[in-house]
């Protein structure tokens, strides 16, 4: 499967502030996926991008895939304690394959 | 209403002793897989079946083995489990490959 590399690893927000977290891969993606995992749960889907520069809104988070379909982005504006979790990027090529995943811990 | 369903929620097993871990899906999905998840890492596929075919990774070590034996149920056998094998292991469907996966809550399994 395609490799995607998703950083940063970690990332300590505070409550109210805004966070970016990207995903890059060498070659070409035809699809991107994004899936949130709270502590102790499994991932919940969150988006798909398939169009080169495709941007979609849910509510504070923004999802952007590069105009060469070789990176996207999930930015998350006015951090909220309800965002604690890990945020993966995941690529479809005959199987699912995750990114590392960011962690992201919020400080009230 | 959950639609990916996972037992046990915990299971406690002893080294070498052999494990099944079911997965059972409400979705009607023809494609199933089994994920093995540890601790700050990412979902790692071990296997999936389309439909009845049977599709496992390369790097799956023979000691995890799976069964289908019909649309609604999945489960996942491990023969000879060793220390490295504790782990979340996360069932996931879709009706399509491509198609978002829907996740259950998983099996956690500890080796005593």
């Known amino acids: 499967g395609q490799q995607v590399m998703q950083i940063p690893q970690y990332q300590h927000v505070q409550e109210g502030e805004d966070f970016t977290t990207y995903c890059n891969s060498s070659?070409?993606?035809?699809?991107i996926q994004w899936y949130k995992q709270r502590p102790g749960g499994h991932p919940v889907f969150l988006i798909q991008?398939?169009?080169?520069?495709e941007v979609k809104k849910q509510k504070r988070l923004t999802f952007q895939f590069g105009e060469a379909k070789k990176n996207s982005s999930l930015h998350i504006t006015a951090t909220q304690t309800t965002d604690v979790g890990t945020y993966f990027c995941?690529?479809?090529?005959?199987?699912?394959?995750f990114g590392a995943g960011t962690t992201v811990t919020v400080r009230a | 209403d959950a639609m990916v369903i996972q037992n046990p929620r915990y299971q406690v097993t002893q080294f070498g002793k052999p494990v099944t871990l079911s997965c059972s899906q409400t979705?009607?999905?023809?494609?199933m897989y089994w994920y093995q998840q540890k601790s700050s890492q990412a979902p790692k596929l071990l296997f999936h079946?389309?439909?009845?075919?049977?599709?496992n990774e390369a790097d799956t070590p023979d000691n995890f083995q799976s069964r289908r034996p019909n649309t609604s149920f999945c489960f996942l056998d491990i023969r000879s489990p060793g220390l490295g094998d504790a782990a979340m292991y996360l069932c996931?469907?879709?009706?399509?490959?491509?198609?978002?996966?829907?996740f259950g809550d998983g099996t956690r399994l500890s080796i005593l």
């Open positions: 079946y389309y439909d009845k075919d049977f599709n």
């Open positions: 979705l009607n999905h023809n494609v």
């Open positions: 991008l398939v169009k080169s520069g």
């Open positions: 070659t070409t993606l035809s699809n």
């Open positions: 996931a469907t879709n009706d399509l490959s491509h198609q978002p996966q829907h």
């Open positions: 995941a690529v479809y090529d005959y199987k699912l394959s």
